[in-house]
């Protein structure tokens, strides 16, 4: 009776391929501790050469090499499609053709004070230039100038929102 190690020195195989042999029952199993007959060993690997030479036995080994080439292939192609788009992404952001929300933000947060400086003094440019408007008049032109500033003064703050709101009318 003979070790695994034993049967792979027997074999010319690594300790590894015999216990793949073992695991796919290629190779009969141990009768306990070190029992592997040499004998039986040798003629079930004999058997199993002949088979796959003849087609009539599955290299899994070779299978999974294949696969796991297709699957290197795949992320390969997966990575360079990837860089292409963010080169891509690159190229339009250089050319001017798209902008950073960041910039959007930035950019509109800034039409949006300047906004509702002219809100504010509106009110007052009337009266001066129209004396003749009554105060009822400009009262109502104030509180409608407080309402579009107030919503010039939270765009900065609702784009966010606004551009995932955009984006899940898109998708539905």
Do not use: W
């Amino acid at each position: 009776m003979a070790t695994q190690r034993e049967v792979a020195e027997h074999l010319d195989l690594t300790d590894r391929n015999v216990r793949y042999l073992l695991q796919s029952g290629v190779i009969p199993a141990s009768k306990g501790r070190g029992g592997y007959n040499l004998d039986d060993c040798r003629m079930a690997y004999i058997r199993y050469i002949r088979g796959q030479a003849k087609g009539q036995v599955r290299n899994e080994e070779a299978e999974d090499g294949e696969l796991l080439n297709q699957k290197r292939e795949k992320e390969d192609y997966l990575l360079t499609r990837e860089r292409r788009i963010g080169q891509q992404q690159k190229n339009e952001l250089n050319s001017r053709l798209v902008v950073p929300v960041e910039f959007a933000i930035y950019s509109l947060s800034k039409l949006s004070a300047q906004l509702a400086t002219i809100f504010d003094t509106l009110p007052l440019a009337m009266k001066r230039k129209h004396p003749d408007l009554e105060a009822r008049h400009i009262d109502t032109l104030t509180r409608e100038l407080a309402k579009a500033r107030n919503a010039a003064s939270s765009l900065g703050e609702s784009i966010p929102g606004q551009l995932d709101e955009y984006h899940d009318k898109i998708r539905s």
